[in-house]
């Protein structure tokens, strides 16, 4: 059975640009969660979704946003992107989204570099 | 706000020389603590969830353990195999969904 699936695995963009990653949860999982990992850091919670509808939402700017699409599939986006953006953005899903469901299961991460 | 807190930062250990890696946690409400384990390159892998305090789950060579105050992730007589990065995370009665906070996390190197 395929895991989380993203794309792109690896991409460089400049400051002020636009970037869009996506994210394919398990099949049969209706959860998707965003995470960002700056190097050498844990993982920082972003967006979580369950059944197309936003259910958490980390200290992040505005800048950042995110939507589930019917098949459960993901987009995060994020405008205007500053040095600081660069990092791993690890997408994870599960079955539920509710609490007593901390068993993620991650994708490998796009790694995004801010020039 | 919640707080988690991993140490020590890395620790190089000799083939089968048992160790253990502490979680220290400030929290309102805590649901659960969970243990991952990252390799590099890669998503974080799920190892345990503890609930309460005295819970204890084993996996191979690893046994989490569980208090009021912190988590020990045990590696008992660990292989070169071991060697990666271990997460710990705590979700909370004060965030909605399965939001987790996680720590720094704890790099293992375990030479053969």
């Known amino acids: 059975d395929a895991g989380v699936t993203q794309s792109p695995t690896h991409l460089i963009k400049t400051r002020g640009q636009h970037v869009t990653l996506r994210c394919s949860p398990i099949s049969g999982h209706k959860s998707v969660s965003w995470y960002q990992q700056v190097l050498g850091q844990g993982p920082q919670f972003i967006f979580q979704?369950?059944?197309?509808?936003?259910?958490g939402r980390g200290n992040f700017p505005d800048r950042f946003s995110a939507r589930q699409f019917p098949n459960y599939s993901s987009e995060l986006n994020v405008n205007a992107l500053l040095l600081g953006d660069s990092a791993l953005y690890l997408c994870a899903s599960s079955q539920t989204g509710g609490v007593n469901t901390g068993e993620l299961f991650f994708g490998e991460g796009s790694r995004l570099t801010v020039l | 706000e919640d707080q988690v807190t991993q140490s020590p930062e890395a620790l190089r250990l000799q083939e089968g020389e048992s160790s253990s890696l502490n979680c220290s946690y400030t929290v309102s409400g805590l649901r659960g603590l969970f243990w991952y384990r990252q390799d590099p390159g890669k998503g974080p892998e799920f190892l345990f969830t503890l609930y309460s305090a005295g819970e204890e789950k084993e996996k191979e060579r690893l046994k989490a353990t569980l208090t009021k105050k912190e988590s020990f992730l045990h590696i008992t007589a660990p292989k070169p195999e071991d060697s990666a990065t271990y997460l710990c995370a705590v979700q909370t009665r004060n965030n909605a969904g399965n939001m987790l906070t996680f720590g720094g996390g704890t790099r293992l190197m375990v030479k053969p």
């Open positions: 979704y369950y059944e197309k509808e936003e259910r």
